[in-house]
Every structure is written in C-alpha cells, then in structure tokens.
C-alpha cells in the first residue's frame, strides 16, 4: 500500500507530538527518582497518636510549600508512624513540629512541618520526629458529637429566638459586612506584606507589656476616675443634654462675636502678646493683688457702716485724719540740690535731668521705707533694687549716705562728680559760681537743739522737754544760746 505525502507529514507530526506528551509525562510529572528509590530524597519518620485521617501519599508542605508526600503510615506499639519522602535540596530544620491538618471540610490531610528554630541543622535521612513534636486534628465524629450535644441542651424555643434575633441584627447588613470582609482581607494582605516590621513588634512589644503591668496601679485608678466620670455624665443626663442641645446655638453667637470683634481682636490680641512677658515676671504679684482684693473691699465696706442710715447731709467714709507733718521728713538724698530745685509755681516742663533720681539712703532707713530702693526683685528673690538693670545684675544696692542731708550727684555715687546743673534757656547769660548748699537738720524737741544756716549748733534750752513750764513772753524772745 503506498501512502501519500500528505499521510506521512501526519503520520510523523503525530509521533514528534506523541514523544514531547510521553518526555513531559515522565519527566516533569512523574518524575524518574520518583521511580528511583533513594534518588532525589530522603525519608523522614514522624510518630504520632493516632492516624487523624492521614493516608499514603498525601501532601507535605514546609512554610505553605510542598515538600514531599507520606510514603506509608502503619500501627505501631505506641500509636500510628508515619513515613515521610521529602526532596532533596531543600534544607528543613531538624528543631520542628509536624501537625497533621485537614486541607477542606471532606478531609485530605497533609503534612505541615512548622520550624521553631531555623538555625539548627537540617533534617537527614533515617530521622525521626518524636511524638511529642506532633498533633493531629480533632476528631470530626467527636466535634459533631459534642455541637449535636450542645444543641440538645438548648431550648429549641431560646435557640429559635436567639436565630430571630442574629437575622434582625444582621438582615440588610450585607454590604456592610462585605466592606468588612474586604476590608479584613486588605489589612491582612497588608499585613502578610509588613511581615518583617510585624514580626519585629511582636518580638520588641515586651518592654511595653512590662511597663502595663508595673503601672497596673495607675491604669485602675485611671479607669476607676474614668468610671466617676462616666457616672456623673449619667447622673447628669440632663444637663449634658442641654449642653448637647444649645451648644450649636452657642457656638453660632460665639462665631458671629468674633465675625463682630474681627477688626480689632487682632489688636488687642497683639497688644496682649506685647505684656504677657510682664504679666508672667510680675505673676506673684498680680496673684497678691487678687486675694488681697476682696479683703479690702471688705474693708471699704467697713468704712461706711458706721455712717450708714444717719441724718447727716453728706455720707461718707467715717475716717480720723491725724496729721503729722514732716515726720518723718521728705527724703532728699538722691535728688537735685536745693539750688536747682523748681517753685511749685512755675509750670513749664524742662528737660528731666540724665540719671535716675529716687531716695538715695540705707534700705533700712526708717525715711521713705516704699521708696523704689525698696522694690522687690521679681527675678532674683530676696534680693531689692532700685532699677531692673540693677536686679539682673550682680551690682548691690549703694546708698549715697545715711541721714537726710542732701548728698552728691544723684548719677555721681561715691565717684566725686560734680552737682548736675539743669539746662538754661537760650539767651540766659551764664550765672556766676554756686552759693554753698545749705545743710538743715531736724530740731530735736528732747534738747532743743537745731543746727543754723551758718553752720553753727544752736540750744533753745527753754523749748526743751525739761524747760520750766511757765514762760515769759520776754524769755521766749531772747536769741538762743550758741555752743
């Protein structure tokens, strides 16, 4: 029979596709050291308790990836052991659990080989994993046995009203529960991507577990105050709702407030940045003034209740003004000479002399005790000082004597500079040289003594304390006595 040109191409295109099938066949899906023993693997034996539904060639896997397949599972004296023929080239650590698990709900159980430590060595031919690394699943007969069970013991009419119940809790809320499964899946793709950095918190979250457990103390009393808390909202439901209810309302007032006060809210908000600094050093202060305030508007008060529901024309306060003149008297140490001092008559305003003019005696004089050497230093406490400067510094406090002559130039302390002079109008000729200051002292009523314009000390013994009480007139004009 002579074939065709055309059979024979077919002929020979079916064997070339006949030998690539029968190659792929043995080669790749077959496999020959599968055919081989002790070619390309190596056999591994795991005890375990019992079966669990295990069988010959099923699946072994190794972190999720197929490694081999059981070669024979048989009774022993002590339960079931089963042979395991895993692939060459792949090093298993030898530190490791086996578990039996089931890959659906039909069964098809396999293998899976989790390592618990990955340093040590790999597993080799001839090793066995003891039965103590091992575990199978629970028995699907006893699972199902104990659920039929635990339905029994419930009332069919509880159980019904718990199923009514989970259908009105869920019915509708298939989208929602879709968004929350996918969502899930998301987070846990995610999270199978940031494995590292998961794992890296797990494994570092010991420090913070043991900082829980030592302020366990301070976590009860927090929830116990947050538990006051919550319980006062409760007892204070009302209000809370009337809060809830008008705040709207209230934040709408307080928005158009600001919209009112836009122009000039940024002022006044500047200026007060431009004071808080002095508010803040002078915060003792301001804290004093407030308590003492309410004492002495208690105080003002006071003062009028005497006078109170009278007949007299005028109310007022009801004060005794004792007058007491010169005592003590002015302080003049410190400010210009009497040379340079103005009449209360004029009133002009002249250049103020360079320098700081105040009361320059000891801090502890009895004159001008709350003169401005006096004041307290904000920043540095216990210390006092005329000026702000002085205060930041470490200069002290100097006074230019101690009485009540005037002394020196109130910028020249203890340095010998000349009296300030104040500056002359335009056009005034230059005067001639100073008069000599004229120095005062006050008289002394126990002795009668007093110091003169000429320097000298004078005694009017008869105006004395111990002077004869009766007293002429001629006596009272004799010129005094000079010592």
Partial sequence: MRLSRQIWLKLGAFTLVSIVAGWVTVFDYIKPENLIPGVGHYTVTIELPESGGLYKSGN?????????????????????????????????????????????????????????????????????????????????????????????????????????????????????????????????????????????????????????????????????????????????????????????????????????????????????????????????????????????????????VPNLDTKQPYRGFYLDFSLNLNLPPPCTTGFLPVQQRRVATEVDYPPRPAGDLYCRVPQDSLWDVRGVRNTPCETVPGKRAPTVKMCESDEQYVPLNDGMNWKGDPNATLSGQGIPQLPAPPGTPSPGPAPPPIAALTYDPATGTYLGPDGHLYTQANLAHNAPKEQTWQSMLMPPTGN
């Fill in 60 to 304: 072994v896997t190794y972190r999720g990836t197929e490694v081999g397949r059981v070669q024979d599972v048989r009774l022993t004296s002590t339960g079931v052991a089963a042979v395991l023929s895993l692939k060459s080239g792949i090093d298993i650590p030898s530190d490791l659990d086996a578990q039996v698990h089931s890959q659906s709900s039909v069964g098809e159980q396999y293998v899976a080989l989790l390592p618990r430590d990955g340093n040590s060595r790999p597993l080799r031919q001839g090793d066995v994993i003891p039965r103590s690394r091992t575990s199978v699943p629970v028995d699907i007969n006893s699972l199902l046995d104990a659920t039929n069970t635990a339905l029994a013991a419930i009332p069919h009419d509880n159980l019904k009203t718990v199923i009514d119940e989970s259908y009105i809790a869920v019915g509708g809320l298939g989208p929602e529960i879709r968004r929350i499964i996918k969502g899930s899946t998301a987070l846990a793709i995610d999270a199978r991507k940031n494995l590292d950095p998961l794992t890296n918190l797990i494994d570092q979250s010991q420090p913070v577990l043991d900082s829980q457990a030592d302020t366990s103390s301070s976590i009860r009393a927090w929830t116990a105050n947050l538990a006051t808390v919550t319980g006062e909202l409760q007892t204070q439901d009302s209000a809370v709702a009337g809060l809830l209810e008008k705040g709207a309302q209230a934040a709408d007032e307080a928005r158009r407030l600001f919209e009112r006060l836009q122009p000039t809210l940024p002022i006044v908000l500047a200026n007060l940045v431009s004071v808080d600094q002095v508010a803040i050093t002078y915060r003792n202060d301001i804290e004093q003034l407030l308590v003492l305030l309410p004492q002495g508007t208690a105080m003002m008060a006071g003062a009028l």
